[in-house]
């Protein structure tokens, strides 16, 4: 395999070797900490731009299942790791991570003090970009600090058009910001008929399908660049249905509430940190994946409730609407990859529709 | 539930001796847990028979009752000592069971105790397979099937229905493990006529076999309030059918998809709230890699192996955090040294390294037992290996085990195709050698997996290693292969041999190269927030994370993994004398690498390298620590000979049991002196019993104290062996043999002068209430005060008797019971008494010792 | 034959949704007051005002009612009607909007019952029902504000709710009669 270096913005190089594609790509550079997962969490479209460095530090080692994408194109920029396996024979996979990236030219480079990294990086205030290239040149660092990271990126990875996913039950209307299939599958074992609408959808889109409920999906980047159209739809569609957001969903439904965001010094993605349910005061663990959080001062009391806390950093796990059946969560409910427990945020979801409809 | 206003005193249930199963890894948790008992105001009682356990130096001597842990001893104390709880999970099966005896005739709630860990219900039904299962089917928890049969016709009937290969398993069985894989009905209705032996109900369950599944274990805890953390996921590299404890064992799982990992934790939990659990589960998990589907295999919700490897492994302190737990208080609340950050207890751990752990066998002692490996366990002990990569974790825990002085692994070249065909599937305690060598002449990972069905993955590592083992070969002295074999955890003597030169070379080539390790922290969070966690291994990475500790250090060199012989002593040893360094100011530094020693409990030490106590590893954390004191266990001679060619303050300890003159062929009494400069403190004088027919040195395997002999012989020996002692330049804990002067001769004679045995030493501080250990330790560093020592006086002629009898896996290795050696033993009994109590009428009674060892207080 | 319709966690659900739905009704918890009909009401109106209480930090006063001798979902003789025997509340209902709480709304009777003894006690400024479980057969024309979920049920049926603080487990199952 071939020599490769991931640059950091600080001028710092470490040298690997490569893997998957033979890319030259930049990317702002996140930790992921889960235990396991990797396809889960490579497909995720929320880390579109971003170089992965995974603390998990042998990689590959399940090759690829046709049950583990988040979604089928990803767009992560890279993957950081300790050891990649390529292995493709293992049960159900057919394809090797290292195959799997090639064909979507996402460049890995293995060999990594990842520990390193990910100490170093719980250090920094804000994101840092980085590289993975061929030679850690100046000219290479150059590149890498003349790079400007688009902030389109739900525009980048969300439909443009909508599309159905029929079953026989509850009527969804899901808005795709860089919906993570996880959720889909959730609605689809609770036998939801589905229909993804684009993220610009605007509230009469939404109610001309005379939906039982609204999903406001996960996806990447900053909620504060969408733009206003997105809060009115908000605001428009909770008075009428019952509404869960998940993720950027969440941030956004917050902001719809008068809500502030403030942009951690470093992102946060694994599933170790407790969550406490305030309402009945127990405690469950999720995938978390955020660069933005809730100000908790922000919040007006008149209109929001704060449901979730993660009892690590303080931040806003969850919020519900004072006047409607519309709540938020900022972690990953559908739990994939991550602990499950969560998933039971979908069951809340189904009865609220439940209940208004039979209300 | 239990709260901590109300509990004030609570009774430890020990867990007796070391035998296959458990070794010291229970003792390290009692210790652990009186500690946090104690900082809660608990008075805790302990009842335990093992002179080799350190909790039991932990206590007070009222609170203490050196006992046979039966029921009746246990009902006895309750019944006097009136604790407001027991505390049954830290005596593994046996604690289990008692416990539940004591529920059953009604002890516990006419005394109004406590059950402490969980609820009665569960106790109950821990030990009962059909009662268990039909709560999990309650609560849609998938189990396998298990039929209760109490005779052959009935279990003959149920066949056709289960098919074979079936699994037969005695009901509350009165030892661990005993499944039995039959493919006929032959084989069944010898496993059941076994079975119904070792039953407490004459009862045994035939069940569907799970051959071939994976097996996976998961270690949670649990509080009142019913949050619930999951501390680990332990994968054995070999499927059902060869005995978790004789498996390799991988952590974090790495095999599994996300999904079937979580899948489990759910399991896991479900199974912990509806169980009422609190403190620590450790379930098993049978899983079928072609569907994913999984049967629960095995509830323990107890201290075991897999729970000291999670605590290990993670730093998780599951120790500390349970003796919170079972006072009631909840993880949200528990508070940890402060070396922890502060929510790392309410964390789910996540790793960022890979252990291996691989099983010892006994089989060099043992000769005779069936060596293949299947559901019974054989194994006494293990080596755990960490590391950033699988290769770089497996290659470490393999030369770990293997014992070779010089750090190279034993080949197996030699087999035929036939034979190494018949052992990949037959598998014998060489078998990662085996799977090595198959890979070696050319089998594909893919073939291998059909064969042994051990997941590809690992065989896809396993020639990873061997391609750099060739890349080694063809580059003699390259200093890009030493980086990279050293990086994939190939060590100073292994590839020393490869090149044919020395390790001096080798560890020259490398300071050159500045090839140097990189020690990481070994801490629950995978470097989320700055933990300051005491446990170490080396790698060979960007980043060194391991200070040192400066002034006044000494480095302990652990035994690694435990065998027969003296090993659960030794180990007791290593952690007095870790105690008595710190005491003496010294910050203490311990290498090893079993995860079940007592003495790698961050309680003890200042910090833990957990990597191959070999020559090139060793030297590489001198580098790092610069040392005043280097202690290595007296049985590595290599490592002290190579180690004392270096300007280090290098002490043998705890010390060569072979040195000194050619042993006598046979002894009846030994005294033992602590004989320092001119000072020979009388310690004691005590029978040297060698039960069964023959009476040779190795034999003597039993001791009583004082010996039965009038006063007048005892001060006699005494001066004698004084004498003897004054002419040889010995120092330390000396023991002098006496034997008759002839067979037919009353005269006793001096026969020898040797090292007191570790063992023994154990028995002798028991005894004498001086804890040896710590005298010999001072005596080394040098703080011994001669004035102290002169005012220890010890009652040569005590009326209260002491005995001690070795433990042996004979029964648990299924071969003929038989009165032992010192290198089989496993552990030893220790019970104090009057000397009528003690008398023993025939010495070659083996039975008898037994009885008035485990009688009823 | 018990079938399990309602397990323990649907149950947790049913009751955090009630809490979050009385809130969105009163538009808070200002002047609300929780009272509970015995048994199984008592409990599930407990755990209901211990969710306000960690949401809004607010201290709900809870009280409880016993209706006796008649049992909803029994057989009862027509001619006696339910009767509201004692209430053990330690707070004026006058002026306040009260929540019932129940654990089955059956034939409405109770419930009757339950709001003629919140009358005497004061004029509340307003009573809601909530429920655990509709199970439909209404022979008054009351309808419940908050329903944990309907299960749709024969009269041959019993519906049996279990709540873990006095029976082994929290569930709510159909019993063949």
């Known amino acids: ?359 | 539930m239990p709260n901590l206003d109300n509990i004030q005193k609570v009774l430890i249930i020990g867990g007796g001796p070391t035998e296959i199963g458990h070794e010291t890894e229970l003792d390290s948790a009692t210790v652990q847990i009186i500690t946090s008992f104690k900082k809660h105001g608990v008075r805790t009682l302990v009842i335990d028979n093992n002179p080799f356990s350190v909790a039991l130096e932990e206590i007070q001597p009222t609170n203490m009752y050196v006992q046979a842990v039966t029921t009746a001893n246990v009902r006895h104390i309750i019944e006097k000592d009136q604790p407001d709880a027991i505390l049954p999970t830290l005596g593994g099966l046996l604690g289990i069971r008692i416990a539940q005896e004591l529920v059953e005739n009604g002890d516990l709630a006419n005394f109004n105790v406590r059950l402490l860990g969980m609820p009665t219900t569960t106790l109950q039904q821990i030990n009962n397979p059909a009662d268990l299962n039909a709560t999990l089917k309650e609560i849609h928890e998938p189990v396998i099937e298990a039929q209760v049969v109490g005779t052959l016709d009935e279990a003959r009937g149920l066949v056709e229905k289960i098919g074979f290969p079936l699994i037969v398993k005695p009901v509350a069985p009165r030892l661990d493990t005993n499944r039995t894989v039959c493919d006929n009905v032959d084989d069944m209705f010898n496993a059941l006529t076994q079975g119904f032996q070792q039953s407490r109900f004459d009862q045994c369950t035939l069940e569907r076999s799970v051959i071939g599944y994976k097996e996976i274990e998961m270690v949670a805890v649990r509080d009142v309030a019913d949050t619930e953390v999951l501390v680990a996921g332990l994968e054995n590299v070999d499927t059902i059918g060869i005995h978790s404890g004789d498996s390799i064992l991988v952590t974090p799982p790495q095999t599994l998809n996300d999904r079937e990992y979580q899948d489990l934790r759910d399991a896991t939990f479900r199974i912990a709230t509806e169980l009422g659990i609190v403190g620590v589960l450790h379930l098993h998990f049978a899983l079928n890699p072609a569907n994913q589907h999984f049967y629960v295999t095995k509830i323990a919700p107890y201290f075991s192996r897999g729970v000291a490897l999670a605590a290990r492994t993670t730093g998780y302190p599951i120790a500390l955090v349970n003796g919170a737990l079972l006072l009631g208080q909840k993880l949200v609340d528990i508070k940890l040294p402060s070396q922890y950050v502060k929510q790392t207890v309410i964390m789910e751990p996540t790793i960022d390294h890979v252990s291996v752990r691989i099983p010892i066998w006994p089989f060099q002692e043992v000769p005779d037992a069936d060596q293949h490996l299947n559901t019974v366990m054989k194994a006494v002990g293990s080596t755990v290996g960490v590391g950033r990569s699988v290769e770089e974790a497996m290659l470490k825990a393999v030369r770990s085990s293997q014992f070779s002085p010089r750090d190279v692994l034993p080949s197996v070249s030699n087999l035929t195709d036939g034979e190494m065909i018949r052992q990949l599937i037959h598998p014998l305690a060489n078998r990662i050698l085996v799977l090595i060598e198959a890979l070696r002449r050319g089998y594909a990972p893919e073939e291998l997996s059909e064969l042994t069905k051990i997941d590809n993955y690992y065989f896809v590592k396993l020639r990873h290693l061997l391609t750099i083992e060739k890349e080694i070969q063809d580059n003699p002295l390259d200093v890009a292969t030493l980086q990279r074999a050293r990086y994939y955890g190939f060590g100073d003597g292994m590839i020393a041999r490869i090149w044919q030169t020395d390790t001096a070379t080798i560890r020259h080539l490398s300071a050159q190269a500045k090839i140097t390790p990189t020690y990481k922290m070994i801490e629950p969070t995978a470097g989320e927030f700055p933990e300051n966690l005491s446990g170490y291994y080396s790698t060979f990475e960007y980043e060194n994370e391991s200070q040192p500790l400066g002034d006044r250090t000494a480095l302990v060199l652990g035994r690694g993994g435990n065998q027969l012989g003296p090993n659960s002593a030794a180990e007791y040893f290593t952690t007095e004398m870790l105690k008595q360094l710190k005491r003496a100011g010294y910050h203490t530094i311990l290498m090893n690498t079993n995860p079940n020693a007592v003495g790698v409990a961050p309680e003890f030490t200042e910090k833990q390298y957990v990597d191959p106590i070999q020559l090139g590893d060793v030297l590489n954390v001198i580098q790092v620590e610069h040392p005043d004191i280097v202690i290595v266990p007296g049985n590595r001679h290599y490592l002290t000979r190579e180690l004392g060619k270096l300007p280090i303050n290098l002490h043998v300890l705890p010390p060569d049991q072979e040195t000194g003159e050619p042993a006598p062929e046979m002894a009846t009494i030994g005294v033992s002196l602590f004989v320092h400069k001119q000072q020979k403190i009388a310690v004691g004088v005590m029978d040297m019993i060698a039960p069964g027919i023959n009476k040779s040195l190795a034999q003597v395997t039993a001791f009583r104290m004082p010996a039965e002999l009038p006063k007048a012989k005892r001060v006699n020996l005494v001066e004698q062996a004084k004498e003897a002692v004054s002419a040889r330049q010995v120092t330390g804990m000396i023991q002098v043999l006496f034997a008759p002067k002839s067979d037919d001769s009353q005269q006793l004679v001096v026969v020898g002068v040797r090292p007191t045995r570790l063992t023994e030493m154990a028995f002798l501080s028991k005894v004498t209430g001086v804890n040896w250990v710590r005298m010999l330790t001072r005596q080394h560093i040098g703080t011994l005060d001669e004035g102290e020592l002169a005012k220890i006086s010890i009652d040569l002629n005590s009326t209260r008797v002491a005995l001690m009898n070795a433990a042996f896996p004979f029964r648990q290795l299924h071969v003929l019971n038989r009165p032992g050696t010192t290198d089989q033993e496993v552990g030893a009994t220790i019970a104090f008494g009057s000397s009528e109590a003690l008398t023993l009428t025939n010495l070659s009674d083996t039975s008898e010792l037994d009885q008035i060892i485990n009688r009823t207080i | ?177």
Not at chain 1, 32 to 46: F, R, S, V
């Open chain 1, 1 to 359: 395999m071939a020599k490769r270096y991931l640059i950091l913005e600080d001028g710092s190089a470490y040298a690997g070797e490569g893997f998957g594609a033979g890319a030259t790509t930049s990317g702002e550079v996140i930790s992921n900490l889960n235990l396991l997962g990797y396809q889960e969490t490579i497909t995720d479209q929320i880390y579109h731009n971003q170089i992965i460095i995974f603390a998990q530090p042998a990689i590959g080692n399940v090759g690829i299942n046709h049950d583990s994408y988040e979604s089928i194109l990803p767009t992560a920029k890279g993957m950081v790791v300790r050891d990649v396996t390529n292995i493709s024979t293992n049960r159900l996979s057919r394809l090797s991570l290292d195959e799997f990236l090639q064909q979507h030219n996402i460049p890995g480079i293995s060999g990594i003090d990842t520990r390193h990294l990910i100490r170093k990086l719980r250090q920094e205030d804000g994101p840092m970009k980085g590289s993975i290239v061929d030679v850690a040149d100046a000219h290479a660092f150059d590149q890498l600090n003349a790079t400007v990271l688009t902030n389109r990126q739900v525009d980048q990875v969300a439909t443009p058009k909508p599309y159905p996913n029929p079953d026989t039950g509850k009527n969804v209307v899901v808005i795709d910001f860089g919906l993570k299939h996880g959720i889909l599958r959730q609605l689809s074992e609770r036998r939801c008929n589905v229909t993804v609408l684009p993220w610009t959808a605007s509230a009469q889109d939404v109610l001309n399908l005379d939906p039982d409920g609204v999903l406001l999906s996960t996806g990447p980047g900053s909620p504060l660049d969408l733009g206003e159209g997105v809060l009115d739809m908000i605001r428009e569609v909770q008075a009428e249905i019952p509404l869960f957001a998940i993720g950027l969903g969440h941030e956004l439904f917050a902001l719809a509430n008068g809500a502030e965001l403030t942009m951690l010094p470093v992102e946060y993605h694994g599933s170790s940190h407790p969550i406490r349910r305030i309402i009945t005061n127990d405690i469950i663990y999720a995938t978390q994946g955020q660069g933005y959080a809730v100000i908790a001062k922000s919040i007006d009391r008149d209109r929001l409730i704060t449901t979730y806390v993660d009892l690590i950093n303080g931040t806003v796990q969850g919020l519900r609407h004072r006047d409607f059946p519309a709540f938020s969560v900022q972690f990953f409910a559908d739990g994939a990859p991550g602990p499950h427990e969560s998933r039971d945020l979908f069951d809340e979801f189904m009865e609220a529709m439940t209940a208004r409809r039979e209300g």
């Open chain 3, 1 to 177: 034959m018990a079938k399990v319709v309602v397990d323990a966690m649907a149950m947790q659900r049913a009751l955090t949704r009630i809490t979050y739905e009385i809130i969105e009704r009163n538009k808070g918890v200002d002047d609300l007051v929780i009272l509970g009909i015995k048994t199984r009401g008592v409990y599930l109106a407990r755990r209901i005002a211990s969710r306000l209480q960690q949401l809004e930090n607010v201290t709900v006063p809870v009280g409880d009612l016993d209706v006796t001798p008649y049992r909803d979902d029994i057989e009862h003789d027509a001619q006696s009607e339910p009767e509201v025997t004692a209430t053990n509340m330690d707070f004026s209902v006058a002026g306040k909007k009260v929540i019932l709480v129940d654990d089955v709304l059956y034939t409405g009777r109770t419930i009757r019952a339950a709001m003629s003894a919140v009358m005497d006690l004061g004029r509340p400024k307003s009573i809601n029902l909530a429920v655990l479980v509709d199970r439909g057969h209404r022979e008054l024309p009351i309808r419940a504000d908050f329903v944990g979920k309907n299960i749709p049920s024969s009269q041959r049926e019993r519906i049996k709710v279990s709540v873990s603080e006095i029976d082994d487990r929290d569930a709510v199952e159909i019993q063949q009669a």
